[in-house]
T-cell receptor, first 114, second 112 residues
Framework: DGGITQSPKYLFRKEGQNVTLSCEQN?????MYWYRQDPGQGLRLIYY???????QKGDIAEGYSVSREKKESFPLTVTSAQKNPTAFYLC?????????????FGPGTRLTVL | GNSVTQMEGPVTLSEEAFLTINCTYT??????LFWYVQYPGEGLQLLLK?????DKGSNKGFEATYRKETTSFHLEKGSVQVSDSAVYFC???????????FGSGTRLQVQP
């Protein structure tokens, strides 16, 4: 089955620790995205990548870092510099070309800082 | 910049009632518009989309029409079911960076 996987589903972190959230897709999509969702709010863009080895900051990139070494993978690191990291994190991907409009989402990772 | 405004929830309806969730947007040009649905503890699923003015997106009995005159993309369904209970997000595609700008979401609760 083609799709987007995120792991882990739940993640607990102590203050001061860095953690990495995994996002993998087998849809052969060029573009990948990370969004953050807080309770009762919409999604906000953290980072995005339109092509391998290239990525750009979104609206709330401070305290986060990413890499895009492979087309299939776009891991997100939540660093200790992120002041309030407890949230639901969603990864998405989209194809380039004629049908670039639609983004497909993974199941999400819920991060809790203890 | 771009923004999306949705009606606040929760919206509580009885089964078979008519549903409208309002969505208006502010953007440069005519971006593609989307409705996504989120079930508890899950990611977002695309419900429908429209890519140009006067387009109507439809799926699973839900419909929305791209109205450039009123910059709106209201979601409607003629007869809701308990299984439609979820959070619905309206979104537009930023044509520059090709990322989505979301509304805050509207929770729908359908009672039997």
């Amino acid at each position: 089955d083609g799709g987007i996987t995120q792991s882990p589903k739940y993640l607990f972190r102590k203050e001061g620790q860095n953690v990495t959230l995994s996002c993998e897709q087998n849809l052969n999509h060029d573009a990948m995205y990370w969004y953050r969702q807080d309770p009762g709010q919409g999604l906000r863009l953290i980072y995005y990548s339109q092509i391998v080895n290239d990525f750009q900051k979104g609206d709330i990139a401070e305290g986060y870092s990413v890499s895009r070494e492979k087309k299939e993978s776009f891991p997100l690191t939540v660093t200790s510099a992120q002041k309030n990291p407890t949230a639901f994190y969603l990864c998405a991907s989209a194809s380039a070309g004629a049908n670039t409009d639609t983004q497909y989402f993974g199941p999400g990772t819920r991060l809790t800082v203890l | 910049g771009n923004s999306v405004t949705q009606m606040e929830g929760p919206v509580t309806l009885s089964e078979e009632a008519f549903l409208t969730i309002n969505c208006t947007y502010t953007a440069t040009g005519y971006p593609s518009l989307f409705w996504y649905v989120q079930y508890p503890g899950e990611g977002l699923q695309l419900l429908l989309k429209a890519t140009k003015a006067d387009d109507k997106g439809s799926n699973k009995g839900f419909e929305a029409t791209y109205r450039k005159e009123t910059t709106s993309f209201h979601l409607e369904k003629g007869s809701v079911q308990v299984s439609d209970s979820a959070v619905y997000f309206c979104a537009l595609l930023d044509t520059g960076r090709r990322a989505l700008t979301f509304g805050s979401g509207t929770r729908l609760q359908v009672q039997p």
